[in-house]
């Protein structure tokens, strides 16, 4: 068993890579990166949301993902607000990223399938339920607008 769990999480570690660098490659043209996608996409998904309510979803730590957000913001993906405390920031995408994100969404959905493609369809839905157990009970998954 031991062997099995060192294959595998070794399996899930290079898939994430090779699906990371295929979306590295197909947000280029966006001059986007899949780090500053994952927040794009965070935004798209659940609108706006205070800083710490990113890192806290994304489960990355805050630094990173304040320097992304930094980097999102000087090229016009975001715009950030004060919230209720002067600490606390809130973070939307621009009038700008919300024309483009259906666009940048459409070409991730062709890297999934090109990934996905030797999958059946109640593969795919198998692995997506698989890869949510994994570490539920260690981590509690986070319902972001619920803390």
Not at 17 to 33: G, H, M, P, Q
Not at 65 to 82: A, C, D, K, P
């Amino acid at each position: 068993m031991r062997l099995l769990n060192k294959l595998l999480f070794h399996e899930i570690h290079q898939k994430s890579r090779l699906s990371i660098k295929e979306v590295n490659d197909a947000l280029k043209e966006f001059d986007l990166y899949s780090s500053q996608w994952s927040i794009l996409f965070c935004l798209k998904q659940f609108g706006s949301m205070t800083q710490k309510e990113i890192w806290q979803y994304l489960n990355v730590e805050a630094p990173t993902v304040t320097r992304t957000i930094v980097r999102l913001e000087e090229s016009g993906w975001i715009n950030r607000r004060e919230g209720t405390d002067k600490r606390e920031k809130i973070v939307q995408l621009s009038s700008s990223a919300e024309k483009k994100v259906p666009e940048i969404e459409k070409r991730i959905r062709r890297v999934e399938e090109n990934l996905l493609s030797k999958l059946s369809d109640e593969e795919q839905n198998q692995l997506i339920h698989l890869l949510k157990k994994i570490g539920l009970e260690s981590t509690e998954e986070k319902d972001v607008k619920n803390g």
